[in-house]
């Protein structure tokens, strides 16, 4: 059977195999790079020495294997096998191909714009700047911003907040985030500037093909229903306990008079949370 999302699948399938590859190059070496590490990271250094593939790799290659990397590698993916599936579903393969692979593109271009400002504006100061960058983050946060455009009203769940927070909302307060802690030097290590250069490229390609595209093409049935039994799921979750029971008690009653029918998803949702249904 094809998979709904094959490109989504294969960017996930390829991050994981350069993840591996790299834990087992540096196996015997703890504490050093592995060669597809200086090979794959974007520095630009490098790029001003002729690296130029560094700006398409770099996005394939995530934190070194001790600590935080696990952290890394599992949330970007993470977070694309979850926006990634309706996004490609929305747009195809190729659009959705070509949305990961400008957001990366954009990603890098705003890390180097911010290295270049640091640095004092000047070649000869960005030649001899120290910062890298690696990881999936700007491409997969274009991915992010184009499911906020087609589907704004979508309610997501997002640490720390112990409520759902539709998608356009968001979208708009990661980006402030970022810019805000780009100013702050604890949190330097992390690429601010490269998450804001995807989100814009993802809020601007998608609203692009959205007004090319009126009538979207539709979701699969298999991902159909997932975000069917999402919104149903978010939408009993809001429910207060006697608007519950009410909804779970005429549920019940129609159901034991004998009136079988295939559940909806909202009447699925109630069941599950009345812990009659697993």
Avoid: C
């Amino acid at each position: 059977m094809k998979h709904p999302a094959p490109v989504t699948r294969a960017i996930i399938l390829v991050n994981v195999a350069v993840a591996v590859l790299d834990v087992l190059l540096t196996l015997n070496h703890p504490g050093e790079d592995s060669w597809i590490r200086h090979m794959l990271a974007l520095s630009p250094a490098n790029l001003l020495d002729g690296a130029w593939w560094e700006p398409f790799t770099y996005m394939w290659l995530h934190a070194p294997p001790v600590g935080f990397w696990v952290t890394h590698i599992l949330f970007n993916m993470m977070t694309l096998s979850i926006f990634g599936k309706p996004v490609e579903a929305r747009l195809g393969p190729r659009r959705f191909a070509l949305l990961y692979g400008l957001g990366g593109l954009a990603a890098a271009g705003a890390f180097l714009g911010q290295a270049w400002w640091d640095s004092g504006r000047t070649i000869a100061g960005l030649h001899n700047a120290g910062q890298e960058i690696v990881g999936a983050s700007g491409a997969v946060l274009a991915v992010v911003a184009a499911f906020a455009i087609y589907y704004p009203d979508a309610r997501l769940f997002i640490f720390p907040f112990p409520f759902p927070v539709r998608a356009k909302k968001a979208v708009g307060f990661f980006i402030f985030l970022s810019v805000l802690f780009m100013f702050v030097p604890a949190l330097s290590f992390i690429g601010h500037s490269a998450h804001i250069g995807g989100l814009l490229v993802g809020f601007f390609l998608a609203r692009a093909w959205m007004r090319r595209s009126a009538q979207p093409p539709l979701l699969s049935s298999k991902i159909q229903k997932g975000v069917d039994e999402m919104t149903a799921a978010l939408a009993v979750a809001e429910l207060s306990e006697s608007e519950f029971l009410k909804e779970v008690r005429e549920l019940l009653g129609e159901l034991g008079k004998g009136h079988w029918r295939p559940l909806t998803a909202r009447e699925r949702a109630l069941l599950r949370r009345a812990h009659l249904l697993v």
